[in-house]
């Protein structure tokens, strides 16, 4: 997620849907965490995903939201699982 701080950053039209999908898993577990460890494990990066949410658009964003995969879900709840470190 540190690529999407850089202003130059560009975010490959194929990865938004999972992206939209880290931005709603993300969202679903501030509603589980304690809000102060959930701001410095996530803030940060929900805060470039609602970004990039505000600069692709409603429409696009629908789009990528509508088009997640299982595959997408299995590679987000690895990530959030912390699964993808090794």
């Known amino acids: 997620m540190m690529c999407t701080a850089c202003p130059n950053a560009r975010i490959h039209p194929g990865h938004h849907q999972r992206l939209a999908h880290l931005y709603h898993a993300l969202t679903g577990l501030r509603d589980v965490m304690d809000a ?3 701001q410095e494990t996530w803030g940060e ?3 470039r995903l609602e970004n990039l949410k505000d600069r692709l658009g ?3 964003w ?7 995969t299982p595959a ?4 987000i709840n690895l990530l959030l699982d912390g699964d993808l470190d090794a």
């Open 36 to 38: 102060a460890d959930w």
């Open 45 to 47: 990066a929900h805060a």
């Open 58 to 60: 409603d429409a696009l």
């Open 62 to 68: 629908q789009r990528a939201v509508q088009g997640v």
């Open 72 to 75: 997408d879900r299995e590679m």
